[in-house]
Nanobody, 124 residues
């Protein structure tokens, strides 16, 4: 059972930056693909970014490409989401998730473990 704990959310002005962190409880973290998803009020959860177990070939949603960067530090069992040039439409609860297959997948149903979420609010 992998437990994931997100941190780093908060309130920021448009154009600002935040870095989200997601700490995993298991040393087997290194074998999991990791993803970030978000859900805004009244909207469905959407894919944001994902990274494979090796850290190669990250993938991004078009809406965040060029602004967000996903990375991982397997020695610290942690995945990060650096968010730059934030926009009000980035406001959402952000969730990290772990995929047992080790892939950088955009599909939520391939992730078996989810964190509790962290709120990101971008003011205009």
């Amino acid at each position: 059972q992998v437990q994931l704990v997100e941190s780093g959310g908060g309130l920021v002005q448009a154009g600002g930056s935040l870095r989200l962190s997601c700490a995993a409880s298991e040393r087997t973290f290194t074998s999991y693909g990791m993803g970030w998803f978000r859900q805004a009020p009244g909207k469905e959860r959407e894919f944001v970014a994902a990274i494979s177990w090796s850290g190669n070939r990250p993938v991004y949603a078009d809406s965040v490409k060029g602004r967000f960067t996903i990375s991982r530090d397997n020695a610290k069992n942690t995945v990060y989401l650096q968010m730059n040039s934030l926009k009000p439409e980035d406001t959402a609860v952000y969730y990290c998730a772990a995929a047992w297959n080790g892939r950088a997948t955009i599909w939520a149903n391939e992730y078996g473990y989810w964190g509790q979420g962290t709120q990101v609010t971008v003011s205009s």
